[in-house]
């Protein structure tokens, strides 16, 4: 087992240098006077201001210096102070954000784990649940109405869906608006006498004892975690029932029920558990899922989060802020990806042998 | 011919399959169903009847209505089934031919040939494919913007060639290079999938029995390649990546979205939608503006994957047999 996780860990350096490279990769085919744009807000007044940041930071040496620089910092030659590096924390200046890319991840990131974290509980509850009932009822009514349900689901793109919703639930109804708090509960949340805790609105609510304010912060959530969420019900639910109607033909199955164990027991204790260990595979493609939906429902229901950060400085050309959070992104998803393989393995002892 | 035979019969592929013809239909009579202005330079773009600013609801002059700034949401409807069309078809074909090349690469070298490629594959796969295409389609709209791109704008000539049939020597307009830009930026992150596939496929149809029993007989080497290895190896996933033809419209509709794929006014479904962004209080008094090409890209994604279900069903053996012991 503990080679199988060391292994492990040696890829990851690999991929991690990999995805910084690629990323440099895109930001080099910009030109120097390009990238030196980036930096700065507006049309420089001086004469050769910008030729003076292409100097300073060697944005016109050999693309090897470059990477390394970027990677590690660039040290001021009259200050000596070293300014930079991905490798220390330093993933640039935001113009959309007007502050370091990594203050907006900080600022911006609570919201969006919030919405993540909520989505994730009827993703993994329901999906598993619908697979089951589809995979036991194989090619029965509630089989092809699950199938039917989630081949649908699967067609439809999170914006349609999202606007969907918002035109049935805030703008008919006016149930469940957009944005992440009313304004009343903002002024309340930003307030000296509300402790943020864990910047989660709604587990700080309740710290703090403020029901309304928990109930507000819920209705805000509830589309854009369904938006969020549904495409991946659809998708577990696929992925449960075939591995479940796998399972289903083993010979240990039909031995248990020759055993006289009731259907039910058979199924909840003998098969799901084992049905489920190929599931969690595809967690590493939940998070894929997760981490992509944020961009488009954040951008949908307006909700201040990192997708909808994306979205804004993407079409605003703000190349810097884009591979920031597109690296930022990457890094959760490789560390994620790793401890699902873990996790895996752990479950699984057939894989620790090979 | 089996394969389609089981598609025709089956119900729930049988929608898929008439679905995809009246799309097909609709997108070849697109000229007659919704006829372009005379005098239209491009006739994807929407033609505009006014420049108001609020939508204004379905009429006898426009029977989907029009969004804000007055263009046409029917003929947007019609005329954005030859985008989808163009865009799944193309960027489908591209990523399959690189995930082929690149698989098939590593399989047949292996070694340190193999270990790289493979290395490559997953660093491309350690990105989320959404934000990765729209890092990428924001640096190289950068690029595109400057007009002067080098080795950059051949490949989108090449990629106009294959979309548009527009001939290798013409500048690429830039209605269109937007266009261009986002399926770049989608096939960039989009043939990782095939490559594995691919690869593995490869290395298990070589240890087959059938694989060595050919070579037993004395078959020649070209004749196991193409006659044993390669059909087995890459007809199912030639098959399976047809019916990705709907995700890939899927995803570039979320680019347009965003506004980081076709520009402004283009018939496209996902630009289309996007005006609801700026209507969103209002939107039950302007629910036409997403219905209509909502349902027209929700049935077409569905259609292929309709059918793309079936053949996973009907491709994968350990489907065929009914058994279910509980």
């Known amino acids: 087992m503990l080679s199988y996780i060391i292994r492990r860990l040696l890829i990851l350096p690999i991929l991690i240098i990999g995805v910084t490279m690629l990323i440099f990769l895109m930001i080099s085919m910009l030109t120097p006077y390009e990238r030196a744009a980036l930096y700065v807000s507006d049309v420089p007044k001086r004469q050769g201001a910008i030729e003076g940041i292409i100097k300073k930071y060697g944005l016109d040496d050999p693309i090897p210096v470059q990477y390394w620089k970027w990677m590690m910092g660039h040290k001021d030659e009259e200050t000596g102070e070293i300014d930079g590096g991905i490798l220390r924390g330093d993933l640039g200046w935001s113009k959309t954000g007007s502050s370091p890319v990594v203050e907006v991840i900080g600022r911006r990131l609570p919201a969006t784990a919030e919405l993540a974290l909520w989505a994730a509980i009827p993703m993994v509850g329901i999906g598993i649940w619908l697979g089951v009932i589809s995979a036991v009822n194989h090619n029965k009514l509630p089989d092809q109405i699950l199938r039917v349900f989630s081949i649908t689901g699967w067609s439809i793109p999170t914006f349609v869906f999202g606007l969907g919703v918002l035109m049935i639930f805030y703008a008919k109804l006016g149930w469940f608006p957009p944005d992440r708090l009313s304004d009343w509960a903002l002024r309340i949340v930003q307030s000296e006498a509300f402790t943020q805790y864990t910047k989660f609105n709604t587990i700080d609510a309740v710290l703090n004892g403020r029901f309304d304010i928990f109930i507000d912060a819920l209705r805000h959530m509830v589309l854009p975690v369904a938006t969020l969420s549904y495409l991946n019900w659809a998708y577990l639910l696929r992925v449960t029932r075939s591995s479940m109607l796998d399972t289903l033909r083993q010979d240990y199955i039909t031995t248990a029920r020759a055993k006289g164990l009731s259907k039910r027991t058979v199924i909840w204790t003998h098969a799901v558990s084992n049905a489920l260990i190929p599931v969690v595979t595809v967690a590493g493609m939940t998070l894929i899922a997760l981490l992509n939906g944020v961009v488009i429902t954040e951008t949908v229901f307006n909700y201040p989060g990192i997708g909808s950060f994306v979205a804004q400085a993407a079409v605003s050309l703000d190349v810097i802020s884009v591979l920031g959070m597109t690296l930022f992104s990457s890094f959760v998803l490789v560390l994620g990806n790793l401890f699902v393989d873990v996790l895996y393995g752990i479950i699984d002892p057939r894989i620790r042998l090979d | 011919m089996k394969i389609l035979k089981k598609l025709l019969t089956n119900p729930t592929s049988l929608i898929g399959i008439i679905l995809l013809i009246g799309f097909f239909l609709v997108a070849v009579f697109a000229p007659q169903i919704a006829p372009p202005p005379e005098n239209a330079r491009d006739t994807q773009m929407i033609p505009r009847d006014g ?95 400057r007009g002067e791109a080098g080795p950059l704008m051949f490949m989108a000539r090449i990629l106009a060639f294959l979309t548009f049939g527009h001939k290798l020597s013409d500048a690429v307009n830039p209605i269109e290079l937007s266009v261009l830009t986002g399926m770049l930026a989608i096939i960039a992150f989009g043939w990782m999938t095939y490559a594995r596939v691919i690869r593995g496929n490869i290395l298990t149809i070589r240890e087959q029995e059938y694989a060595m ?114």
């Open chain 2, 51 to 145: 420049f108001s600013t609020t939508p204004k609801p379905p009429s006898d002059a426009h029977i989907f209505g029009t969004t804000e700034g007055q263009y046409d949401i029917f003929y947007g409807v019609v005329w954005g089934t030859r985008t989808a069309f163009r865009v799944g078809v193309v960027i489908t074909i591209i990523t399959t031919t690189i995930g082929l090349t690149i698989g098939s690469i590593a399989a047949y070298y292996g070694g340190w040939v193999d270990e790289v490629l493979m290395r490559i594959t997953e660093i491309f796969q350690a990105f989320p494919y959404l934000l990765a295409a729209i890092t990428l389609s924001s640096v190289l709209q950068t690029i595109y913007g």
């Open chain 2, 213 to 326: 029993a050919a070579e037993t007989i004395g078959a020649s080497g070209p004749r196991i390649l193409f006659r044993h290895l390669l059909p087995n190896a890459v007809f199912p996933v030639l098959v399976i990546a047809s019916m990705d033809i709907g995700s890939y419209v899927l995803n570039f509709a979320a680019l347009s979205f965003l506004g980081l794929g076709a520009q402004v006014g283009y018939a496209d479904w996902g630009q289309m939608i996007s005006f609801a962004r700026n209507w969103i209080p209002s939107l039950a008094n302007y629910w036409y503006i997403v219905a209509y090409p909502g349902i027209a890209i929700v049935l077409f994604v569905l259609a292929w994957n309709l059918v793309g279900d079936a053949l996973r069903d009907i491709l994968d053996p350990r489907m065929r047999g009914k058994g279910n012991s509980v």
